[in-house]
């Protein structure tokens, strides 16, 4: 009796364990549109504080991939649009590579380059044509450097690359796109690299909210919606836009690519005509979108691909244009306070928002040292329970002799 409930504490203890150190795949994306952000070394205190191990950046900040070295964190950085057709010559993608990724790679985890922003739903022809040319050779120029299996390359996309995304087996992508796709899926399935879209419910909802369920783009408790061609059932709108582009990739040949969610997020303020920017909801949105990852789900298509995602954003950014929405996507003010809490392991325990405390070298080294008790605990634990279980097991041998 003692020893079986010993034995199954032994085991829980084990298992719990087993979830806290497999890393969760929640990042976010670490945008620097403002002019009153903390610096990044301020920044690396916070994400560690979070627990945080992925972020996704818009460019190749030497600053923050300097700040975060030795870190752990893993790094999507960007080529932007702008400076993408320069890419499609090798001999600058291999000095692109010498400046911003070489220098940086030992220390920083960069796993992934992005060339360009949802080029193909953009107005420049001139971006469309080069996007694959500028992938290539970027691609070549890593495997010239022996990189190609330690930084993938790939391109993030907005939804809008769709015709069709409902039901979600019907899924297919823009006639007008298929040139530039093919060939672009081609190429992901040729190097195994991620083909990333941007995912925003909130657009959804905010274009149609007397249609559209809110608990059903907020991952709440609802019946949801059943696709009538596969029979799964969707209760949440993200899970159904991804095995849309499921369905929309196999349309075209393909069903050995990964999609993964570079963005997507709920802004917590807007225009009054923005039905559904708020707080209550972003972090019903944000929070349980966490959960999921936590419990490691994955869509009702791909079950056994666990999500992967981003959220947008890490900051406010006062200086981003457009509607009111757009410079409140953050889960953090500039200052370092939640703009709310979505239970991410640090946020609102042990933040004084009056001094800023997750910013000081103070807070810095004790969330470090925390992290080292519960590494060493964890590691403990680790090598007791088996020897725990062992010890028991002999007992048991021996008592039956
Ligand atoms: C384009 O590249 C230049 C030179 O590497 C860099 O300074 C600049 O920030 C880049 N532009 C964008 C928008 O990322
Ligand atoms: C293309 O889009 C950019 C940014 O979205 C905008 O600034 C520009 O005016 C557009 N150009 C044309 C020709 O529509
Ligand atoms: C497309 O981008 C190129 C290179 O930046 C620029 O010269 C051109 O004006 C852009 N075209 C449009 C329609 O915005
Ligand atoms: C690159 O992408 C592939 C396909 O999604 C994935 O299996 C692999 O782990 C990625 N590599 C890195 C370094 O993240």
Redesign the pocket.
């Known amino acids: 009796m003692g020893e079986f409930t010993s034995l199954l504490f032994c085991l829980l203890i084990t298992a719990q364990l087993i979830q806290i150190v497999s890393a969760l795949k929640f990042g976010i994306n670490y945008g620097q549109i403002a002019n009153n952000l903390p610096s990044p070394t301020q920044v690396v205190g916070l994400l560690q504080s979070l627990n945080v191990n992925r972020v996704k950046l818009y460019d190749a900040d030497p600053k923050v991939l300097s700040a975060f070295s030795g870190t752990n964190i ?1 790094f999507i950085i960007a080529i932007s649009n702008e400076n993408m057709s320069a890419m499609t010559d090798s001999t600058h993608a291999q000095a692109w590579l010498s400046q911003n990724v070489q220098p940086y790679i030992s220390g920083t985890r960069i ?2 380059i992005t060339v360009g922003n949802e080029v193909l739903t953009g107005n420049n022809t001139s971006y469309k044509s080069s996007l694959l040319p500028a992938m290539q050779s970027l691609y070549q120029a890593l495997t010239n450097l022996g990189l190609q ?4 390359v ?1 391109t993030a996309h907005s939804l809008d690359i769709l015709a069709n995304s409902y039901p979600p087996s019907s899924g297919s992508f823009r006639e007008d796109l298929g040139s530039y796709l093919q060939p672009l899926l081609n190429f992901h399935s040729q190097i ?3 083909f990333l879209i941007n995912a925003y419910p909130f657009f959804a909802y905010k274009a149609d909210p007397n249609s559209i369920s809110l608990p059903y783009v907020l991952f709440e408790s609802n019946a949801g919606q059943t696709d009538p061609n596969t029979n799964l059932n969707y209760d949440n709108m993200l899970y159904a836009q991804i095995d849309a582009v499921y369905a929309a990739m196999k349309a075209m040949g393909h069903t050995d ?2 999609v ?1 969610v570079s963005e997507t997020g709920w802004p917590s303020k807007g225009d009054e005509n923005e039905i559904g920017a708020t707080v209550e909801n972003a972090a019903a949105y944000n929070g349980n979108l966490l959960k999921r990852v936590a419990m490691n789900q994955g869509t009702p298509l791909k079950p056994d691909v666990p999500l992967d995602v981003h959220v947008f954003a890490l900051f406010n950014e006062d200086l981003k244009p457009g509607p009111t929405s757009e410079r409140n996507y953050g889960l953090f003010y500039p200052d370092g306070t939640p703009v709310y809490n979505i239970g991410l392991q640090g946020t609102g325990t042990g933040y004084d928002s009056g001094s800023g405390t997750y910013f000081t070298s103070s807070s810095l080294q004790s969330s470090t040292s925390k992290l080292m008790i519960s590494y060493g605990v964890g590691i403990l634990v680790l090598v007791a329970s088996p020897t725990l279980i062992l010890l028991i097991i002999i007992r048991r041998t021996k008592k039956k002799k």
């Open positions: 893993e796993t992934c299996n330690q930084v993938n790939s195994n690299s991620p690519i990964t993964r």
